[in-house]
Each structure stands twice: as structure tokens, then as C-alpha cells.
């Protein structure tokens, strides 16, 4: 069975996003600011979720429709079949977003869907499932534009950056899709030396480390879909086992990863070491001006600081002028 879906991402990778879709056998790929649709089988959904190094969530559509006010947001819900997707004991949440939507308060708007998707199952079940803002098992999203909406349950649960790898951060961490879209758009290649001399929590090593070895970025995690009815766990085990068996041993990679802050140092020690991937990288605790190039050539990529890990905009003025004469 076919369906529609959506997948949000950083603006700006929308296009490293689509070729990824491709790439997974996606159909009728239709990017926009930020995300692309496509359409699939639930088996393109789940290698969605494993592989994209890019999307921040997979969306499945269950509902759309025209409204011009809450009560009309309210039928839409309720007419969708919600414990044909997910059981009453199941707590949930709704989050909205709009975009030159004509309601006066988004709050209300969310409140209305609660209790559509509630009003339905008390009428089916004769219960209704609780809502949890935090921890929800099930997550629902509405877009609401001028006159359409479109409703839809994540497959992903947690969104796709947390690859269940790092476990400490530094103040202002990159998030990880971010980190290997830019990876990509410098047009690094697998293969090639990379330095990181400002390597923070170690974001791009561990994007790239994981590139290099070809580990699909969410085979260390779980997914949404997991707690959906529709949950085919053979398929998704095959898939799994598939891009498991397919990583490589992890060796050294080439890629080299420096910081003056030596607690920097030591976080990214610590998460490549927790993600198995200590072996692929070489770390210093080095300031930027004293570094010096590991190979003949390569790619160099940082994320500089911008006022948050260190000082103030006069102290970062200083050192912008002395980063870019080295």
C-alpha cells in the first residue's frame, strides 16, 4: 500500500535531502522549504528513517482537507480512523504549525484535534488515550496553511539527528543532520583527509567516521513507526540486518579532530569512544594557529564559535583576523 509522506530537514539541504529520497527508491519526490514529499510503501518509510543522514523526521500523511475555522479542523480529525494507527493505551500528543493561517491562537487549533482524535476513540473503544507533551508514544503533526491542512503521524519519534550515538555535549553542539549536510555540500568524499580544528563535541567526526564506514546513521536507535498497528517487524528486521552486515570494521579513516579547550577534547573522545568509532579518528588538544595540516592535502571544516563557547564579539573580532592569517 502506498502512501504519502513528508520529510523535514534544515533549510538549505533540500536538495541533498531529494537525492537521498531517490537513492531510496522514493516516488513522486517534491521538495519545498524545507522538506520534501514523496510517496511510498511502509518499507520506504522505514529505510527512510535507517538511512537518511539529512531529514529531521519522516511524516506519514493520514489526512487532509480545506478549513476555514477550528470547528472544521475538529471534523477533519475526527473523521480519520485514529485505532486503526495506534492503540487507546497509547498516550499521544499533537503538535501544530501554521503558515499564513487565518486562526487566531494555534493553542486552540491543537486542543480542537486532541479532542477529535479523543472524541473518536471514545466512540470506537469506549476509552481515550491520554496525552503527553513530554514522552508521547505516538506524535501527530498538523500543518495548517491559508485554506488546507494536513495531519500526520511521525514514523520517527524522536527526530532523526539524535542517531543515538553522542552522549555528552558542549555548549552550542551541531546538531548531527546539520553536520552531514554541510559535510556533503563541501564536497568531502569518504576516503579523503578531513581535519575538524574547532571539533567541539565532535559532531563532523562522528558524521564522518559513520560516512566512511557506510553505518546507516539510524541502526543504533528505534522509530515511531515501531508503535504504530501497522508495524511489519520482519520487514523492518530485514532491513536492519541488511544495513548492519554492510558496515565496515572501523579503522583509522583519516580524519583528524583538534580543540584549545581540552574538555572539548576529551567530550569527543568520549563520544566516538561510546559510538565505537574512537579508532576511526585522531584527536589533539591543539589551538587553531598551531595546528599543523596532517596531510598534503584534504578538507578542512569547522564549526567556528559565534559568542557562546567563547567571549565576547570584540574577543571572537580578534580572533576571526588571527584564524584567517594562519
Known amino acids: 500500500m502506498h502512501h504519502q509522506f513528508f520529510a523535514t530537514c534544515p533549510r538549505g539541504l533540500e536538495a541533498l535531502l531529494e537525492a537521498e529520497l531517490k537513492s531510496l527508491n522514493a516516488r513522486q519526490i517534491q521538495p519545498t522549504d524545507g522538506g520534501v514529499g514523496f510517496a ?10 535507517l538511512e537518511s543522514r539529512i531529514a529531521t523526521r519522516i511524516l506519514l500523511q493520514v489526512g487532509k482537507g480545506k478549513y476555514s475555522n477550528e470547528d472544521e479542523l475538529y471534523q477533519g480529525a475526527y473523521k480519520i480512523d485514529w485505532p486503526q494507527w495506534f492503540d487507546v493505551k497509547q498516550d499521544f500528543m499533537v503538535k501544530v504549525t501554521g503558515v499564513k493561517c487565518p486562526l487566531k491562537s494555534l493553542e486552540f487549533a491543537t486542543l480542537r484535534i486532541k479532542d477529535a482524535v479523543c472524541d473518536r476513540f471514545r466512540e470506537a473503544v469506549g ?3 491520554y496525552i503527553d507533551t513530554r514522552e508521547p508514544q ?4 498538523a500543518y495548517l496553511a491559508a485554506e488546507d491542512y494536513q495531519l500526520y503521524l511521525d514514523t520517527s519519534g524522536q527526530p532523526l539527528y539524535q542517531r543515538g550515538l553522542r552522549r555528552a555535549s558542549i555548549e552550542a553542539p551541531l546538531r548531527e543532520n546539520l553536520a ?3 559535510l556533503k ?6 576516503g579523503t583527509p578531513l581535519l575538524d580544528p574547532m571539533c567541539g563535541s565532535g559532531t563532523f567526526l562522528l558524521e564522518a567516521a559513520m560516512m566512511s564506514l557506510d553505518i546507516a546513521p539510524g541502526s543504533g536507535r528505534g522509530f515511531g513507526f515501531e508503535r504504530l498497528k501497522n508495524f511489519n517487524s520482519g520487514a523492518w528486521q530485514s532491513l536492519l540486518k541488511q544495513a548492519q552486515s554492510r558496515a565496515k570494521p572501523v579503522t583509522f579513516q583519516r580524519l583528524y579532530g583538534s580543540d584549545m579547550d581540552l574538555r572539548a577534547v576529551r567530550i569527543s573522545r568520549q563520544n566516538l569512544q561510546e559510538a565505537g568509532l574512537l579508532e576511526a579518528v585522531q584527536l589533539a588538544h591543539t589551538e587553531f594557529t598551531a595546528v599543523v595540516p596532517p596531510t598534503p592535502e584534504g578538507v578542512l571544516i569547522a564549526n567556528p564559535p559565534y559568542g557562546v563557547r567563547i567571549g565576547e564579539d570584540e574577543d571572537l573580532a580578534a580572533l576571526y583576523q588571527k584564524w584567517a592569517k594562519h
Request: aromatic share 8%.
Open 40 to 49: 511510498g510503501d511502509m518499507l520506504v518509510c522505514y529505510r527512510a528513517n
Open 127 to 129: 476509552s481515550r488515550p
Open 138 to 141: 505516538v506524535r501527530l503533526h
Open 180 to 182: 552531514a549536510g554541510i
Open 185 to 190: 555540500l563541501s564536497g568531502w568524499q569518504p
